[in-house]
């Protein structure tokens, strides 16, 4: 193609066609301009430069002929094929984006919103042809065979110049294009050996009315200014998108929105701003349209609601919880309607649970993809989209913002790319409400989370516990311990024939690796139902048919069959038992006591008794008891136990023992109880010395209103009555313990006469010992004949005597 011989016969060819051309009453090349012809002469090429794959430049056209100037501000990325256009003119802003992969032209204004039409091979804004952009113009002027006409000087600047002549049939335009380019010129921002377009010329004739006498010529004047050779960095992106919130009707996009989770837990902070304030609001939401259940917990960012307010939404029977969470306390159930958040209408005048996407108002949404933008330090990519209000009936306008990759957050996770990071909606002319994504988790919550227990009270609420055992070889170990515990949750709802709700407060314990228990808490049906929910409400019923259904269910072998998380196994559980726990049978309102322990070492205990409690006949203050056994504690009153000491006995028979007694505490003013002593049969049995049980250890301080008596001690028990018994019958013996203060008084007294007496009979023994030796002595000195053989010491102490 490059010898002279083709160049002319092309020549011939071209001058055939526009001879054809110029005979025709629809088409007219001003030759007076140029003629297109005289760029396929035979020359010395010199090639005009390629324009980089990505740049941004400013260009300042002046047309002489009307004395007016018009400045563009235009951006291409050749990775994502489109280029935009700021262009200003008479005190107008217009914006152009040229979308080349989807080819369409989107020209918009503040005054007239968006205009969208297709784009052709060559497109410019208000039929001025140098309100073309960049890319196309010179694409357009280089593929006309530029000629290198040598070099000039503009503005200062050595440049090269290249003219190429054009026919634009379409528009019936002639034109001619000088074209300079830096020649060895460091410019603002980039190398001398960068060819940085300097200035424009085109000069050229139009004739709208496709007529000679309609012609128009023109002389426009482009200085480029500010050129960057390279791809548009992140500021400079945002000019290639139309301004926020914008939707183009007619627009179409190639790109389609990502998809949204069915099911998700979200926290997102809200921002609701006006012209004079600014509200933020946290939101933390649990989504699962399988169980149909919605929780939300709200509270403002101001401090004046720190606590959060929880509500949950059961789309199963179509009702409405509201749990103030720092009180404890519930409202009133309600019935669910569409001033309720996440209702939408139902078939036949019913309420509906709203999907996701009719959540994020994603679902018949119409979506354009406008390109990245950066949030709060994270790469997007971004759809704008039009969706219906169904309360309002009105259209509004919603961004979606969608990370481009991964993220990693502070506290270590990790958000995956095409996660939903942020929303806006605009509902009128002013701001929008944002929604920034704070954390999103794609999974199903957890059961646990919809908690409503305190919405019932006690009486409906049955507390179980269910044992489960591993039956196939296999251990728990292979299976995570939220999935064990989620499965062993919903499973035990469907086996009560029970709605999600009516299990809460869940808990498993692992014993070991092949045994399991769950415990949670059962509650009776909702007080009340939404006949028109949407699908209708299941069969409810109450809380004893409930545990009778588990109670079947595991008494014929409740078989469960869990997914592996380690191996590609099943571990098979099996259900082995089921009790329910009854508080009101577990504690009473007797006060509970403490079993105190008897030690004795010989002989060994008959059979235990039981200790009777009798309600007080009256109230007495309390005395304090001094002791010596040590100082009190300020623990909790817990007497300890009595011990008795082993009896000296004459025979070998076991002999009767204070039993083991029990004190309830606190120990005072509560009475001493009455012991009953056990039915012994004995044989005839003899004591020397009566048996007695010692004093109790005295209880720790007790508060008490008087401060006097806060050192008020136990009272120490009396002991059994010696028993004397000569035939084998069985005798019972009931003591009353006396009070405290008497009881001391009756043991000090009795303690002194008994060692009094025991003395008393020592010495009389004494003395009259002393009397019988000295008479037996005396008769003994008086009639003895002692022989001289026979005689002993007494006679030989006698004797001295005598002296």
Known sequence: MNHPTTYFAVALILNSVITCLLASNDYFVDLTICNPLNGSQPQVLVPAPNLPKGFSTRIQWTWLEKDSTVDVLEVFNGVTQKGSQIIYMEGQTIQVIQNYKEQQYISYTQANGCNVRGLGTFEFYDNKLWLSSMISLYGAAKSAQPVYNGTSTVRGVDTKKYVACMWLYQFNITVQVEMHFSNNWAMPISTPDVFAPVRFVLRGSTSPNDTVQGRIPFTVIGDFSEYKPFLPDDETEMKMQLPAGTFCPGRFSITPLNPLPTSFSVIQERIDSTRDTTTVTYEEIWFDKDKRLVRRDYKSADGSDPDPTTQIFDFNLGIHYSIDTYMGTCDPVALLDTEDLYVL???????????????????????????????RGVRCDVWVGLYVDVDSMRNYTIEWYFTVDSVVEGVGGIIQPASLFRYDIWQGQGQPTVFNILKMNKEKPLQEVFDVSQCYQFASKARILIYFSVINNKTLSMV???????????????????????????????VSTGDVYLDGILLDKSPIVNDNIFPPAPERHDLGPAIMFLQGSVGNGWTL?????????????KSQGILRIKYDEQFTTTPSTTTMSTTIATPPQPAPTTARQIAPTEQTPPVPITSTLGPTSPSKCTCPPNTCSSPSIVTNQTPARCPQVTTPPPCIPTPCPVITCPQLTCPTTTYVTPVKCPAQTPCPTTTQRNQAASATKCPVLTPCPTITTTTKTQSVTTIKIPTAEKQTGEQTTKGGVSGGGAAGVAVGMLVVGMLLGASLLIIYRRFRRPSPEGRNILDKYLDNAEY
């Open 480 to 510: 995570s311990g939220s999935y064990l515990k989620e499965t062993l949750h919903m499973d035990t709802l469907k086996e009560a024939l029970l709605s999600p709700l009516q299990m809460t407060r869940v808990s498993i314990q692992t």
């Open 345 to 375: 209408p139902g078939p036949n005048n019913t309420v509906r649970m709203m999907t996701s996407e009719e959540f994020f108002h994603v679902k018949d949404a119409l979506s354009q993809y406008v390109g990245t933008r950066i949030t």
């Open 561 to 573: 069959s869990l997914d592996s998380t380690v191996i590609n196994e099943t571990v098979l559980l």
